[in-house]
């Protein structure tokens, strides 16, 4: 279903993945299980990418790099900088943005 809905929009399932789990676990439990979930649908589309040859994966290594260093920073700053409240303000915050994105997608 979430990937279904997902589909649909155009965005990727992590976003709506968190707020599900903010109602099952707290939000750094959710973050954690989004991290993951984010990480091998990326992680798997990229396998198959290179499976067929259709890019050119040394084009790609400073957002792999990035990706890579974003993802260290974020979770310590998740894990250790920010309170739950923090937490949830900015995930509203990307949210938002992504509905922007969304819209500005659809109008133009």
């Known amino acids: 279903m979430l990937g279904l809905v ?4 155009g965005i ?5 993945l968190i707020p599900i789990m903010f109602r099952i676990g707290s939000p ?12 091998s649908v990326s992680f798997s589309g990229l396998v198959s990418c290179l499976q067929y040859n259709s890019i050119d994966l040394t084009q ?5 790099a ?5 993802g260290f920073l974020g979770s ?3 894990s250790f900088r920010l309170s ?4 949830e303000k900015i995930l ?6 992504a509905i922007a994105f969304l819209f500005k997608k659809l109008l133009f």
């Not at 439990?29 to 989004?34: D, F, I, L, R």
């Not at 739950?84 to 937490?87: L, Q, V």
Request: hydrophobic share 60%; no cysteine.
């Open 6 to 9: 997902s589909g649909i929009v």
């Open 12 to 16: 990727g399932g992590g976003i709506y």
């Open 28 to 39: 750094k439990e959710a973050a954690a299980t989004a991290a993951i979930f984010v990480w």
């Open 60 to 64: 790609y290594m400073p957002l792999i």
């Open 66 to 70: 990035a990706v890579i260093i974003g």
């Open 76 to 78: 310590y700053i998740g």
């Open 84 to 87: 739950p409240k923090a937490m």
């Open 92 to 97: 509203g915050l990307i949210i938002l943005v």
